[in-house]
């Protein structure tokens, strides 16, 4: 895991108020229940305490259709887009495939249409490794929070700069 070196996400303390009024959207795959729902609850959780109490979701079959619901989701101009899933690599390339795909499709997403969207998208070799990122209880990582405080964080920047 990549956890040592990560930055403290937090929203600077004179944005706070300004998160209220964020619309922002999740768009998650429903594979791997466990991890998904755990990374789910705790976007939703995070976007809680920032003031983002409803956040549109969406869910998706899998990581490969994250893209083109994120683009709908932008075509709606939202201010930050979320998405999240779970790739775990098998005997086949199908692993590499997904990633790729949603990794290059949420990434012009974010260019294209200039609303960050938070990399929720965990690609890991074993079901364990997506069990320490998912927030779960024991784990060593909450991808689902960092996704979401990644974007809104962001939304804000891009607010501050003038640019949405």
Known sequence: MAG????????NPADLKRCAHLRVAIVAAQWHTEVMDALVTNAVKALAE??????????VPGCFELPVAAH???????????????????????????CQAATDGLTKVAVE????????????????????????????????????????????????LGER
């Open 72 to 98: 709908a989701l932008a075509k709606n101009r939202y201010d930050a887009i979320v998405a999240l899933g779970v790739v775990i690599r098998g005997g086949t390339p199908h692993f590499e495939y997904v």
């Open 113 to 160: 249409s200039g609303i960050p969207v938070g990399f929720g998208v965990l690609t890991t070799d074993d079901e364990q490794q997506a069990i320490d990122r998912a927030g779960l209880p024991g784990s060593a990582e909450d991808k689902g929070r960092e996704a979401a405080l990644s974007a809104v964080a962001t939304a804000l920047t891009l607010k501050n």
């Open 50 to 59: 920032h003031g983002i109490d409803e956040p549109t979701l969406v869910r």
């Open 4 to 11: 040592s070196g990560a930055p403290e996400l937090g929203i």
